[in-house]
């Protein structure tokens, strides 16, 4: 048990250091996401046919409606949260992100018809409230942070339907799912990235190469595969505490290596989106178990 948590905290650390990567890649945020889904699905195929059980076309076709929806959601989603880094700093970009519990919240009822409780609504609520205080905040180290902020917010909304899309998936597992999600993220940029930009790869210098390989491998088809591998030993409610060291590493080291800054407003307004889902996340284990 020990040591999957250790496995868990360190999948998370190595999800909380993308952004460090990104500023790296000189490619544009679509270029990026196509690569990063097209190489993590063969890492996560892999992955399933050798540790994950196996891989069954069959499971795959049946629930292929629903994996397009998340696939492609996941694809958009990257680019939006890879373009909250460019324009808001690391920390304030990941806070944003991390609205998406929220989201999903707000969808239930209508795509799971699921009832939400009184604590629920009034965590939704704080982690709305949180991000208008990131929105008046704005002005920290970021070229503009109003525009990370929006890219942020937009990649949560995406992230909340491309989970609820997975949701819904039966007799599949998770690394079948994660590779098909990837894969379909991939198919569905392709048509963009080579018609709008094509697939360049001359402004890329040895450091741009080395973040773009740790970004597909490392932070992709590696830490996937040790979240998956810790998910599957620990209880919910472990993992849902340890899901934190990601924003909360994110935030540090945006600080620590980078130097960028959070407006106290915008502190304040991330203290909030965190702890409302925090206190959402143990309320609702506690309720089911």
């Known amino acids: 048990m020990k040591t999957m948590k250790l496995l ?3 999948a998370m650390l190595v999800f909380g250091s993308i952004g460090l ?36 076309w069959s499971r795959i076709r049946a629930n292929l409606k629903y994996l397009l ?8 989603n990257w680019i939006l949260f890879f373009e909250s880094f460019r324009w808001t700093s690391i920390a304030t970009g990941t806070i944003c992100y991390y609205l998406a519990p929220a989201f999903m919240l707000i969808l239930a009822p209508w795509l799971l018809k699921e009832r939400l409780s009184r604590v629920t609504i009034v965590c939704v609520g704080v982690s709305l409230a949180g991000l208008a205080f990131i929105v008046a905040g704005a002005g920290g180290s970021g070229k503009n942070d109003l525009l990370g902020i929006a890219c942020g917010v937009g990649a949560a909304v995406l ?7 997975n949701k819904v998936l039966r007799d599949i597992t998770p690394y079948e799912s994660t590779a098909a999600d990837l894969c379909v993220a991939a198919v569905f940029l392709a048509p963009y990235v080579f018609a709008h930009e094509g697939l360049s790869f001359a402004a890329l210098d040895g450091t ?13 088809g590696f830490a996937y595969l040790l979240y998956f591998a810790a998910l599957r030993a620990l209880p919910a ?12 590493s994110a935030v540090l080291m945006s600080w620590l290596i980078l130097g960028e800054r959070m407006t106290p407003l915008q502190i304040v307004g991330g203290v909030m989106i965190l702890g409302a889902t925090f206190v959402n996340e143990m309320f609702s284990r506690k309720a089911n178990s």
């Open 69 to 76: 929806i998340a696939g492609s959601a996941m694809g958009v």
């Open 159 to 165: 992230y909340a339907i491309a989970v609820m899309g």
């Open 237 to 248: 409610q472990t993992t849902a505490a340890l899901s934190y060291i990601d924003p909360l």
């Open 8 to 10: 868990m905290a360190f």
């Open 21 to 56: 990567f990104v500023r790296h890649i000189s490619m544009t945020s679509a270029q990026i996401s196509l690569l990063r889904g097209a190489v993590g699905a063969v890492c996560l195929f892999a992955a399933a046919a050798t540790v994950g059980g196996g891989v069954s």
């Open 208 to 220: 741009g190469w080395f973040c773009l390989a740790m970004l597909c491998l490392f932070h992709t």
